[in-house]
């Protein structure tokens, strides 16, 4: 099955300054990427998504980037702030089947200091 | 829209009791729900995937006879945990689907065996 590998799990920057967490994968045929943000105690949400057939997506502070050939995804938040703070989940779809289970990573607990 | 709804928020249970956790898709039919289990300062994990009259398909390592899924109608799916111990204490989350990939997280449910 799919696999998906997540670093750092813990990442802590200064207000303002950018943050990046990359993952990768293992089923060369993943073909949706989801990144999630959880904050403690609340359910995930979903703050961006990519799918196999492009290779960046942005909105706003937040951009995805997605190397199939090396598969391996980022997720990059610009101008970080205080309220940024919460632990971050990337997925992949494995193959297989039509339900489209995702697998996820470990998580980062992101940080953002004032 | 793409509202999910679990019930109860919060339960607190007897060792040996079952006790049983409601998913709702309230603005959308589902096709498919996913229950997953996260302990604290962990990730996501997939338990089950169900779709609306068939069988729930359970991921490995997870005891079907201990975790019941019904999946009756497009907008609700429950999970029974039978004779509940101290271990299954644990955030289970439910997410419905809507069309190929996208899932929307439920609130979750916060289960304490004592």
């Known amino acids: 099955g799919e696999n998906v590998e997540q670093h750092p799990s813990t990442l802590s920057v200064q207000e303002g300054d950018s943050a990046v967490i990359k993952c990768t994968y293992s089923?060369?045929?993943?073909?949706?990427f989801p990144w999630y943000k959880q904050e403690l105690g609340k359910r995930p949400q979903l703050i961006i998504d990519i799918r196999s057939n492009v290779g960046e997506k942005k909105d706003q502070r937040i951009a995805v980037t997605l190397n199939k050939t090396a598969k391996h995804f980022s997720l990059h938040i610009t101008e970080t702030q205080p309220e940024d703070s919460a632990v971050y989940f990337c997925?992949?779809?494995?193959?297989?089947?039509?339900?489209?289970?995702?697998?996820f990573g470990k998580g980062t607990l992101l940080t953002v200091n004032p | 829209g793409a509202v999910v709804s679990q019930h109860p928020s919060r339960v607190i249970c007897k060792s040996g009791t079952s006790v049983k956790i409601e998913c709702r898709s309230l603005d959308f039919q589902a096709t498919t729900m996913f229950w997953y289990r996260q302990f604290p300062k962990q990730s996501l994990m997939l338990m089950a995937t169900s779709n609306e009259g068939s069988k729930a398909t359970y991921e490995q390592g997870v005891e079907k006879d201990k975790f019941l899924i019904n999946h009756a109608s497009l907008t609700l799916s429950t999970l029974t945990v039978t004779s509940a111990h101290p271990e299954d204490s644990s955030f289970y989350i439910c997410?419905?689907?809507?069309?190929?990939?996208?899932?929307?997280f439920g609130p979750g449910t916060r289960l304490t065996v004592l």
């Open positions: 997410s419905a689907s809507i069309q190929r990939n996208e899932q929307f």
């Open positions: 089923d060369s045929a993943s073909n949706y």
């Open positions: 997925a992949a779809t494995g193959s297989g089947g039509s339900n489209y289970k995702l697998t």
